[in-house]
């Protein structure tokens, strides 16, 4: 989703007016602390997919870790507007990741009704560390990833209300960045 808002971000723009130029005027304080949580959440991917235990077996902890840096940059930044959306966004995704082990619950159903049959599959035999299929025991369903974007949008994905939040925070940010609003 955050592809989609990002490009959606830049069209919307400059069709009212804005100018790309001015994204540079743009400042992200504590960039490094979202770069960093980055970084450990696909280092975690990297390393769980290539089999290692520690990571496999830790990865509730590495989300937490993730999602503390993730919350240093994103407060750092509460001057912003967008970023309070954003930050929501990011809440919600973190209570229902931590409820549930450290994995993001996933519809089976929405995978399955978004064409993503390799991903269901790969969800549903545990080679995604990073999700796990909704279940009878799973809490905050109506937080998961329940959403789909069926096979006919290029690029099919099931998502979470936290997504939404963090795509719409991520579109006014540009907004205001392209329009010269800074706040």
Do not use: C
């Amino acid at each position: 989703m955050l592809v989609e808002s990002l490009g959606g971000g830049l069209l919307v723009g400059k069709v009212r007016g804005g100018k790309f130029s001015n994204i540079s005027s743009g400042e992200i304080r504590g960039w490094y602390f979202i770069g960093a949580s980055f970084l450990v959440e696909f280092s975690a991917v990297y390393f769980a997919s290539k089999g290692v235990s520690i990571i496999i077996d830790g990865i509730p902890f590495i989300h937490l870790l993730s999602y503390i840096l993730l919350f240093f940059g994103l407060f750092m930044n509460f001057d912003k507007y967008a970023f309070w959306i954003i930050t929501v966004g990011v809440l919600l995704n973190f209570i229902v990741i931590m409820a549930n082990g450290g994995q993001m619950p996933i519809s089976h159903e929405a995978l399955i009704s978004s064409g993503l049959f390799e991903n269901a599959a790969a969800i549903a035999q545990g080679r995604i560390v990073t999700h796990t299929v909704i279940n009878e025991t799973t809490k905050f369903k109506f937080l998961a990833d329940i959403l789909a974007l069926p096979k006919f949008y290029p690029r099919p994905k099931v998502y979470s209300i936290g997504d939404i939040f963090m795509a719409v925070g991520v579109f006014i940010y540009i907004q205001q960045l392209m329009l010269g609003k800074s706040k």
